[in-house]
């Protein structure tokens, strides 16, 4: 597969206004182990007052939050995705988001690219965060 540079994405500035806007942020990929980004990342994202909701194919549980096996089986309004899977998932992820219609941000992680995915999630409304790390901006820009 080749690699994607995003063509697609939010300034910093427009970030910000991201972690200062969301409230509930849906984790795509959240691994129960807690060695892997997608759970350092969500524990992270919990601990600073965000609400975390895990999308994941197995497990309850995660991070004492209910475990849910897509973004169509929550039943309450997600504002940002942060998704922690290949880029070739993120076309169906973003259909899910606009099907969907409550979803401000869709945010692929550091080394997460897919500028046709991006640009359907955009022109659909929602601000869009590719290749960057949702903790390390985080940490940047609100500490």
Request: charged share 25%; hydrophobic share 40%.
């Amino acid at each position: 597969m080749e690699c994607e540079f995003p063509t697609v994405n939010s300034n910093m500035d427009e970030v910000k206004e991201i972690f200062d806007s969301v409230k509930t942020i849906a984790v795509l990929g959240l691994s129960p182990n807690p060695e892997k980004d997608s759970h350092r990342v969500a524990a992270y994202m919990q601990a600073q007052g965000y609400k975390i909701v895990p999308v994941y194919p197995k497990e309850d549980e995660i991070l004492g939050e209910k475990v849910y096996r897509s973004l169509k089986e929550i039943p309450f309004k997600v504002d940002m995705v942060n998704i922690f899977r290949k880029p070739n998932a993120l076309d169906p992820i973003a259909d899910a988001c606009i099907e969907r219609g409550d979803i401000d941000v869709f945010w692929a992680q550091k080394g997460i690219v897919n500028n046709a995915a991006a640009e359907k999630a955009k022109n659909a409304g929602m601000k869009v965060v590719q290749n960057q790390c949702a903790m390390v901006d985080h940490r940047n820009l609100c500490s």
